[in-house]
C-alpha cells in the first residue's frame, strides 16, 4: 500500500469509500503530506497552463480537477475524523476499538481523543486524576509513532471546516506592469482581465509564467 500513487482516481476513489462506509479506508502513514504535494504539482501545471492559453481545454481540465480534488481532501478529513472519534469514544468507554491503516497525523488524534475522553469520563464518576493516553490498537508497527510529535502541520490545515479555495497569501503575490494585452483567464482564486498598461497584483506562480514570457514585469517594491 506505501507504493500505492496519490492522483485523482485514488483520492476520489477513498472519497467514496469514506462516504459509502462505517469502517475506515486503509491509508499509508504518509498519505497527507504526498496528497499535499500532488495538490501542488497540479497548481503548478495549472498555472503553466493558463501562462500558454488562459482558455484552453487543458488549463481548464487542470483547474477542475484541481478544484475538485481540494473538495474531495476537505470532505475525506471530516469523514474520517468522526469515525476516529466514534472509535476513540469506544476505547474510552471500554469497548472494542481496533484500528488500523490510520496516516500518521491521525494515530496521534486517536491517542489523543482517547486520552481526554478517558479522563472526562474519570472525573464524572467521581475522579480526581487524568489518565494516561490509551495507546492505539494497530494493524501494522510501522503505523504507530515511536514519539508524540507535534500534530502534522498538513493535518492541522486539513481539520478545518470546509471552505473555497483561499486567496495567495500576502508574501505569495507579486506587483507586475502588464506590456501588453492579455485576452481574459481563469486563475485558481479569480478571473484575470489584464490590459496593457495596468499595475496588477499577481499570485507569485501566474505572475512568473506572465514574466518568462514578456507578457508583464515584475515592479520592484521597496
Not at 478529513?77 to 497525523?105: D, F
Not at 496521534?108 to 480526581?128: H, I, M, P, Y
Amino acid at each position: 500500500m506505501a507504493d500505492e500513487v496519490v492522483d485523482f482516481e485514488r483520492v476520489t476513489k477513498i472519497y467514496r469509500e469514506e462516504s459509502s462506509k462505517k469502517t475506515l479506508s486503509r491509508l499509508e502513514p504518509d498519505f497527507y503530506p504526498r496528497l499535499a504535494t500532488y495538490i501542488r504539482g497540479l497548481e503548478a501545471k495549472a498555472a503553466e497552463e493558463i501562462g500558454r492559453g488562459p482558455n484552453s481545454k487543458k488549463a481548464m481540465m487542470l483547474q477542475d480537477e484541481l478544484r475538485k480534488v481540494v473538495k474531495k481532501r476537505e470532505q475525506i478529513v471530516q469523514y474520517r475524523q468522526r469515525k476516529i472519534a466514534l472509535l476513540a469514544s469506544s476505547k474510552a468507554n471500554g469497548g472494542e476499538a481496533v484500528v488500523s491503516g490510520l496516516a500518521a497525523p491521525e494515530v496521534e488524534l486517536f491517542d489523543r481523543l482517547v486520552a481526554q475522553l478517558s479522563s472526562a469520563r474519570d472525573l464524572a464518576f467521581g475522579g480526581t486524576t487524568a489518565t494516561e493516553p490509551a495507546p492505539a490498537i494497530l494493524a501494522t508497527p510501522t503505523a504507530a509513532p515511536t514519539a508524540t510529535p507535534p500534530p502534522a502541520p498538513v493535518f492541522q490545515r486539513l481539520a478545518e471546516p470546509p471552505r473555497k479555495i483561499a486567496p495567495p497569501a500576502p508574501k505569495d503575490l507579486v506587483i507586475v506592469h502588464v506590456l501588453e494585452d492579455i485576452p481574459a483567464f481563469a486563475g485558481i482564486d479569480a478571473k484575470y482581465t489584464l490590459k496593457k498598461e495596468d499595475v496588477v497584483t499577481l499570485p507569485r506562480a501566474i505572475a512568473k509564467v506572465l514574466i518568462d514570457r514578456g507578457k508583464v514585469r515584475l515592479v520592484q517594491t521597496a
